[in-house]
Nanobody
Framework: EVQLQASGGGLVQTGGSLRLSCAASGFTSDDYAIGWFRQAPGKEREGVACISSRDGSAYYTDSVKGRFTISSDNAKNTVYLQMNSLKPEDTAVYYC??????????????????WGQGTQVTVSS
């Protein structure tokens, strides 16, 4: 069974940076996508970014383009989300998830089958 472990959250000031990590294991297919999602209090879960194992293609929600970068280290089975120029509106619990076997590379959460526990990101103003 696919297992995901998210880490790296914390408290940072506006304009600061954090790097989230998602350690993944248990894939039975080499064809999958890893996505990052977030949920702020009182708000719906939002797709932030995703990356495909097929070709490393990545997609981002508009609000993080140019600030966040998703990457993968296949040797370590880990996906990273580098978050720069953080804003208070980025405050949320961040989750990583896997779509395996890969159906479509998307940040729509309904396509993701496996979810890790969340990690809190708080950006102070």
């Amino acid at each position: 069974e696919v297992q995901l472990q998210a880490s790296g959250g914390g408290l940072v000031q506006t304009g600061g940076s954090l790097r989230l990590s998602c350690a993944a294991s248990g894939f039975t297919s080499d064809d999958y996508a890893i996505g990052w999602f977030r949920q702020a209090p009182g708000k719906e879960r939002e797709g932030v970014a995703c990356i495909s194992s097929r070709d490393g293609s990545a997609y981002y929600t508009d609000s993080v383009k140019g600030r966040f970068t998703i990457s993968s280290d296949n040797a370590k089975n880990t996906v990273y989300l580098q978050m720069n120029s953080l804003k208070p509106e980025d405050t949320a619990v961040y989750y990583c998830a896997a779509d395996s076997p890969l159906i479509i590379v998307t940040i729509l959460s309904e396509f993701y089958d496996y979810w890790g526990q969340g990690t809190q990101v708080t950006v102070s103003s």
